[in-house]
């Protein structure tokens, strides 16, 4: 073949073939993507509070007739149903949205009534979709009420064969009362389930006030109802912040209670755990976490549970807190968790959006006035219609012989009746409809009884179209009736099950509460490793290196301690003893354990004293009193305590003891200052005071100590010289001071206890 029928071939069977931008064409399709998976996929609607999945499962259910008082249908025939007629996507997703729609400790309502495995608050996942069965509950029924009365759109489903809602009617809040949560592109939705009879208390409440706030709203609707119980323990002004911005978290701890054994022993019960949060997970880590001494104050922890959840912990010792033991739990595993709210959901003109607790309440209300208008026209159609089939039918009953006569012997009755009667085309067309037999069965006071209700009943609906004022008293009437049903068939749905206590209380855990208290040496290499040896007293030559490493730092402390890590940039950063690489190698990086600024370098490191203090200090000459406590940072990137002047270093860390009553500071110009302690600040933070003049050069070394006892420092090998001729040196703080005592090291550094900053 030639080379131009190639191109023949290429022009005519490529399709058509364009240049564009690769950007430009990526941008376009994953914009398509995302708007796919927020409007299709993963946020709900305000108004059902149903995701599309959902809201497609239970319509199939209703086509299949799984009403509550039917018998349940296998799953693998709903998910069959969903996924021909309704939902474009595998059964996997189908099933999976089913299952959690009835988990009873999942859903605060369940929408479905399972038969069969459909998993347990263990975690353990459901059966597969062959062996399980299911139905709709009453609150389903509930979401579906009146969607045969045009109370909402319908739209063709993904092949054009069948329609489906475009939202449910939705009776019932649903959107708060199950809450939902789903993971879309750029944005994603947490809503946790409330008390059902606290929403409908707010709801009327905001019909009769529609000005009212979210802190109006927060006296009917405290804060979120777990199916699975718990204590929410979130002070007034958190929860309100909340629900008046949409979006933050709330504290979730479990239930528990100390029950008292023989011989002064006690136990622990957990009777109910934070949502969604896995029994058996739960019981895996913590575990791990005896197993690992990281709660060293529990003995054991083992599932006593049935038909309810019953988890016993069992201290190490009788002596010990039971709420130290619990505290430990709270802050190491899931008995305490963090429940978002972003109550992010399409609104109903499918626009994303956060709302805050007064807007989704009034979306809500917002729908089910439209439905309620949307369902009363129709009604009026129904009504329109059957007035005039039964105006039609009392013209056959005064004339039913001749009726009779024109449908036996007229070649076209239907013409011949509307003419001789005065009948519409409809009239004339239900008539001939009609079996003899009926039209013989005919009564007139029944006829004329069935148009005055009709008349009536149209009267009505029409009076409630043109006053809105009815139209808020019916819905709110319905809000009672739904009430009433939900304490008839399941009263204990409506009662709340979490219990909103404020703020957690604050326990002072002792220092080895949470961590067993074992001595350590901490270990920082000059090239930067950081490691834990066990024990104290070892040897600094002892101890093992890297090629080409060598030590620097070899602190004494212990696994409770807070070790400071203060660099030459004034900043200091805190690391958890009982986290230190352990000692058998050669350690971790310090830059994997704490966030160090570019070219920073470790002057210091030492544990945080919680009535201790250092003398910091820059290259400048200034500096001040800092308490230990203070230097502690939660943070990773540290705490700026020290600032150093242009060009200078932050280079003292000095302990000063409760004792000390002086300062010496030396010079690299060789010239020492004495001066008493009190003349320098305590302070936080800062770049603190001056302490010795400078014409040029900088600070090389400082110390505090005890004036009777006399300034020491190194002098030779493995000694020291103390020096009380005071006089020589002694000053006013921030002076030039005199040249060094006779004796003082070549090198400027006092020396003598070096190792406090080491």
Known sequence: ??????????????????????????????????????????????????????????????????????????????????????????????YDALVRLAQDFVQRYPLIDGQGNFGN?????????????????????????????????????????????VVLPAAFPNLLANGTQGIAVGMATAVPPHNAAELLNALRFLIDKPAASVEDLLAHVPGPDFPTGGILVEDTDTLREVYETGRGSMRLRARWEVEKLKGGTWQIAVTEIPYQVAKGRLLEKSGELISNKKLHLCGDIRDE???????????????????????????????????????????????????????????????????????????????????????????????????????????????????????????????????????????????????????????????????????????????????????????????????????????DMPDDALVEREAITVVLSKMGWLRALRGHGHVRDDIKYRDGDQGRFVVPAYTTDKIIVLTDQGRCHTVGADKLPSGRGFGEPLSLTVELATGAKVIAVFPANKDGKRLLAATDGRGFICPEWEMVSNQKAGKQVLNPGKGAAASIAFVVKPEHDSVAVVGENKKMLMFPLEDLPEMPRGRGVKLQHFAKGGMADAKTFVKAAGLTWAWGQDKTRTFTEYHEIEGARASAGRSSPAGFPRNGLFGADSDQTA
């Not at 509930?142 to 054009?160: H, K, P, Q, S, W």
């Not at 006569?405 to 005065?422: M, S, Y």
């Not at 009267?459 to 043109?466: G, T």
Request: proline fraction near 4%; include cysteine.
């Open 1 to 94: 073949m030639s080379g131009a029928d190639d191109n023949d071939l290429l022009n005519n069977n490529g399709g058509d073939i364009r240049d564009v931008n690769f950007g430009a064409a990526l941008s376009e399709r994953y914009l398509a993507y995302a708007l796919s998976t927020i409007m299709s996929r993963s946020l709900p609607d305000v108004r059902d509070g149903l995701k599309p999945v959902q809201r497609r499962v239970l319509y199939a259910m209703r086509q299949l007739k799984v009403d509550p008082s039917s018998s349940p249908r296998k799953c693998a025939t709903i998910v069959g149903e969903v996924i021909g007629k309704y939902h474009p996507h595998g059964d996997t997703a189908i």
């Open 121 to 165: 608050i263990d975690g353990d996942n459901a059966a597969a979709y062959r062996y399980t069965e299911a139905r709709l509950t009453e609150i389903a029924a509930m979401l579906l009420r009146n969607i045969d009365e045009d109370a909402v759109d319908f739209r063709d489903t993904y092949n054009g064969e069948e329609k489906e809602p």
């Open 305 to 507: 549970s049935t038909e309810d959840v019953r988890i016993v912990i069992d201290p190490k010792s009788r002596n010990i807190e039971p709420v130290h033991l619990m505290e430990s739990l709270f802050r190491n595993t899931d008995l305490e968790i963090r429940i978002p709210m972003n109550l992010n959901v399409l609104n109903a003109d499918t626009v994303p959006g956060v709302l805050d607790l007064k807007q989704a309440l009034s979306a809500f209300l917002e729908h089910r006035h439209e439905v309620l208008l949307r369902r009363s026209r129709h009604r009026l159609g129904e009504i329109d219609t059957a007035l005039e089939r039964v105006e039609g039918l009392m013209v056959v009953f005064l004339n039913l012989d001749e009726v009779i006569r024109i449908i036996r012997e007229e070649d076209d009755p239907k013409a011949d009746l509307i003419t001789a009667f005065d009948l519409t085309e409809t009239q004339a067309e239900y008539i001939l409809n009609t079996r003899l037999r009926s039209l013989r069965k005919l009564e007139e006071m029944k006829l004329r009884d069935e148009r005055e209700n009709l008349l009536i009943e149209r009267s009505e609906i029409e009076d409630l179209l043109a006053n809105v004022r009815a139209q808020w008293k019916t819905i709110r009437h319905e809000f009672d009736e739904l009430e009433a049903l939900l304490h008839k068939k399941a009263p204990h749905w409506m009662a709340r099950r979490t219990t909103i206590a404020g703020a957690a209380p604050v326990v």
